[in-house]
């Protein structure tokens, strides 16, 4: 029987209304990920010297979380390539503050990285601020779409998100900046500490500080010169890392004495580093006030310290008749032969390089 033409779209539209619904189109994730540009173990030793643990990192559930950050800091944050947040447990400003964004991401690509400030009262999210600023990650203002669509999922309404569309020189950055504009600036804040702790202008010598350990900073995410390890620059900032508090204890309470000794400490650590790095001539002068790095013919003259030779044995001559240090010896098959009496661990006897037999018939002579 053949059906009138209202009667067959009625019981085609019947038939569709009972269809199984379309399933829907699968979410497209194409949201970029960022590679870390810089080296993180070494991050990670500076995390574990300052005290810190990556346990303490803040993993937000829900808006409310949020209000446990101090109103309108800074807090750097990573958005991980789960969509959950990583925030660090402390200010961007906090002194000495090792949560760099590689620590929060573990290493791993992200899907956003920067900074964000939270204002709250009584438990409620009122305003969101994010940026993208990230050196270690370059992250683009464009990365801030799933951050703050992750935020908008944590239940902070999304009118109270702001994100900053203001560049940042990384993000158009192609290779990081290198060791040696970053320590001749560390150089200069340190003979400026130095030269404040003399003048006893304690103000100053806590600019001079804080400067300091901003530009530190800076050195875990720089290109090391080709003929160094990370491997050796990695333990030598953190090194130099554990000098710090001291320095920052005395300059805080005004104790020119224990100011002098901290100084004198983090040098023996700077040469330290120069002589692993095979720069043993930039020597960092123990007593404050004095030009960094150290121009004097006396330093010259002996490129390593006690402490210094502890850490990297010095090469030994191997010319006879070179001059020796009855410590190091001499290389080629030939001995120091000196006049100095006894060695001690703390005095250090100059000589010359000969063989045995010429050492022999030296008078009073003492081989190394």
């Not at 949020?66 to 807090?75: D, E």
């Not at 906090?94 to 573990?106: E, F, I, K, S, T």
């Not at 330290?272 to 001539?281: D, E, F, K, N």
Request: net charge positive.
């Amino acid at each position: 029987m053949k059906l009138p033409p209202l009667a067959l779209a009625l019981t085609s539209l019947a038939l569709a209304s009972c269809a199984r619904p379309a399933a829907p189109a699968p979410a497209v994730d194409d949201d970029p990920r960022f590679a870390c540009r810089v080296a993180v173990s070494p991050l990670h030793t500076a995390l574990r010297t300052a005290g810190g643990d990556r346990a303490q990192i803040l993993r937000p559930n829900a808006a409310a979380d949020l209000a446990r950050l101090s109103v309108n800091a800074r807090y750097r944050f990573v958005l991980d390539g789960d969509r959950r947040f990583a925030i660090a447990p402390m200010p961007d400003d906090a002194p000495r503050n090792p949560y760099d964004h590689p620590v929060l991401g573990g290493g791993s690509p992200v899907r956003s990285a920067g900074g964000l400030r939270v204002l709250h009262a009584n438990g409620r999210v009122e305003r969101v601020v994010l940026d993208a600023q990230s050196y270690a990650y370059c992250t683009t203002t464009e990365s801030l779409r799933p951050a703050v669509r992750a935020l908008v999922a944590l239940g902070v309404d999304a009118a109270r998100i702001t994100a900053e569309g203001r560049p940042f020189a990384c993000a158009e950055a192609a290779a990081p900046p290198r060791y040696g504009p970053i320590m001749v600036r560390v150089g200069q804040r340190y003979e400026l500490l130095g030269r404040a702790i003399v003048a006893g202008r304690w103000e100053l010598a806590g600019y001079a500080l804080h400067e300091l350990d901003e530009e530190l900073d800076e050195l875990p995410g720089a290109t090391p010169p080709e003929e160094v390890s990370r491997d050796v620059l990695g333990p030598a900032l953190a090194s130099l890392r554990q000098r710090m508090p001291a320095l920052a204890q005395a300059v805080t309470a005004r104790d020119a004495a224990a100011a002098r000794a901290a100084y004198a400490a983090a040098s023996t650590t700077c040469n330290a580093c120069h002589a692993a790095a095979q720069h043993g001539y930039l020597v960092v002068p123990s007593t404050p006030g004095e030009a960094v790095p150290s121009s004097s013919p006396d330093d010259a003259a002996t490129p390593a310290d006690a402490a210094v030779t502890a850490h990297v044995a010095p090469a030994r001559p191997s010319r006879a008749g070179a001059p020796c240090n009855d410590r190091t010896g001499c290389g080629g098959g030939l001995v120091c032969c000196t006049h100095g009496g006894a060695y001690t661990a703390t005095i250090s006897h100059v000589g010359r390089c000969m063989g045995l037999r010429a050492c022999n018939t030296q008078p009073s002579a003492a081989r190394r």
